[in-house]
């Protein structure tokens, strides 16, 4: 695969959820269950709240933007306890991003199937669905701000009904970014103020998920979970458990640390061989990614109206000064760059250029085609040139000068960790 395809599938398969939040203070608009939602911590109080906002939404945009925030959370909530219900072990790894979450251990885990798993990630994307819808119908014009405390808001992870300040969103976001972020005494000040064009931004989150999901969902995998997510869920009375898990003295901590998760993770790209048995849904994550690029249009362009300079999220470049999570600065030159970035990414999506392959010359990949005439996925050979052979197609191919000419903009490595930011 090519440097641009390659970075461009990790720009697409990775996501840190650093959209969760809680309000410290808020705008004399916000209502008082908005306060209520993002301070609960137990999970009926954050569900109480949270259909108190819902009801309000159609006719209080204030309500809609805090239920919609919500409905997000909860989604990552669905997700994470039905990985801890079943005993999973994050791999911590870019190459499966929905199974990132830092899960807790659990000492009890239920039996999982197939089925079930499936049924999970349909809960989970069909919340996403309902965010992305109530944060959609938000107005452009309506006056949003909450002043937000990453360290007080969280998730139940481990389905015991509370929000511990270990799940708080600071807490999760610091496991995923393996402690790079600092918490206690010596941390940074993670407050914010959030307002309608972080709303953009969290609903292109939404659409991202959804696409991961539909993807996945889109396809029989059956033979990959049978034959490989022992590896994620060692406990679950998975076929190969027996034969394939160590006892628990010798399986060690990480996803990586011993031969039999390598070997595992080794089988488990080599059975990534998969029918398609929901077409429709291959088809849905196309328009799901082409929605996140519009909305980071609609981001970017109400960013640059914005005339404070309050505790920015997402600053734009009239807006000095870095955020102090991810360290970074926004100027002019990120701004049209990553502006191409979404020109380059929907040219891709519609069809209008073409994906390199490594060892094809005078044809690319027709990504439109991928998604709208869907045929089974095997990862090895899309890699090694069969399995992309049906979208290949003469026009305008994207090349690495293409991207590079975008990345030196960014830093040269700076270009996926401002990728994840600004959605």
Do not use: C
């Amino acid at each position: 695969m090519t440097r641009i395809a390659s970075l461009l599938a990790s720009g697409f398969m990775m996501v840190l959820p650093l959209s969760f939040a809680s309000l410290s203070s808020a705008s004399a608009t916000m209502p008082e269950a908005a306060t209520a939602l993002f301070e609960a911590k137990t999970v009926a109080a954050r569900d109480g709240a949270l259909s108190t906002l819902e009801a309000a939404a159609p006719k209080d945009p204030a309500s809609a933007y805090a239920a919609g925030a919500g409905e997000f959370f909860t989604a990552l909530e669905l997700l994470a306890s039905g990985l801890h219900r079943h005993g999973f072990e994050s791999p911590q790894s870019f190459m499966l991003p929905l199974m990132q979450l830092p899960v807790p251990d659990n000492p009890n885990p239920e039996p999982l199937t197939y089925e079930q798993f499936r049924a999970i990630l349909v809960a989970f994307r069909d919340r996403l669905a309902k965010s992305a819808a109530t944060l959609g119908s938000v107005p452009a014009e309506a006056d949003i701000g909450m002043v937000i405390d990453l360290t007080h808001a969280g998730i139940d992870l481990n389905e015991d009904g509370m929000i511990a300040p270990d799940e708080s969103m600071a807490a999760i976001m610091a496991a995923l970014s393996h402690g790079s972020i600092q918490q206690g005494d010596a941390a940074p000040t993670l407050t914010f103020r959030f307002d309608r064009a972080d709303g953009y931004w969290l609903q292109g989150y939404a659409e991202f998920l959804m696409a991961q999901a539909d993807f996945w969902l889109a396809h029989d995998f059956k033979g990959t979970f049978d034959g490989s997510f022992h590896m994620l869920f060692p406990r679950a009375k998975l076929p190969l458990q027996d034969i394939l898990v160590p006892p628990p003295s010798e399986m060690g901590s990480s996803i990586f640390s011993s031969e039999w998760r390598i070997a595992d993770f080794i089988s488990m790209v080599h059975m990534i061989n998969w029918p398609v048995v929901e077409p429709e849904r291959r088809k849905a994550a196309r328009q799901e990614l082409l929605e996140m690029i519009r909305l980071s249009r609609e981001d970017w362009k109400a960013i640059r109206v914005e005339t404070d300079n309050d505790r920015e999220w997402l600053p734009g470049p009239q807006q000095k000064g870095e955020n102090p999570l991810t360290g970074l600065e926004v100027g002019e030159e990120q701004v049209q760059a990553w502006l191409a970035t979404l020109t380059m990414a929907e040219d891709l999506l519609e069809g209008r250029a073409l994906l390199p392959h490594f060892r094809i010359t005078g044809k690319g990949i027709n990504m439109k085609r991928f998604f709208d005439e869907p045929k089974p996925f095997d990862l090895v050979l899309s890699i090694t040139g069969p399995g992309i052979a049906p979208y290949l197609e003469s026009g305008k191919i994207l090349t690495s000068e293409d991207f590079d000419q975008i990345q030196r903009e960014f830093g040269g490595g700076g270009f996926l960790m401002f990728a994840l930011w600004f959605n």
